[in-house]
């Protein structure tokens, strides 16, 4: 069974850190491109950082380059997103995404909740 399980959400105070954390068992890791993706009620899902498999390149939304890093340990099966200098406007349902491109698949968490407030 593929899983995807994310961690390290919370109550933060405007300017502090967390992070997040997404245990994949069920499919080669190694293999899979990984991201987070985040959603606010009543606005669409959007991309907020990405990883190639070997964690050789990243991608940042533009709203958070510059706050937050993506990363992972392919010896663990796990993929991290550090987030500093955190902002109201990050409040959001987090979730973990794996793509093996050459196999078109594209597996999901269940998302975490993160929540930015004084």
């Known amino acids: 069974q593929v899983q995807l399980v994310e961690s390290g959400g919370g109550l933060v105070q405007p300017g502090g850190s967390l992070r997040l954390s997404c245990a994949a068992s069920?499919?080669?890791?190694?293999?899979?491109?990984m991201s987070w993706h985040r959603q606010a009620p009543g606005k669409e899902r959007e991309l907020v950082a990405a990883?190639?498999?070997?964690?050789?390149?990243?991608n940042y939304a533009d709203s958070v380059k510059g706050r937050f890093t993506i990363s992972r340990d392919n010896a663990k099966n796990t993929v991290y997103l550090q987030m500093n200098s955190l902002k109201p406007e990050d409040t959001a349902v987090y979730y973990c995404?794996?793509?093996?491109?050459?196999?078109?698949?594209?597996?999901w968490g269940q998302g975490t909740q993160v929540t930015v407030s004084s």
């Open positions: 995404n794996a793509v093996r491109r050459v196999l078109r698949n594209d597996y």
């Open positions: 069920g499919f080669p890791f190694s293999n899979y491109a």
């Open positions: 990883i190639t498999s070997t964690g050789g390149s990243t």
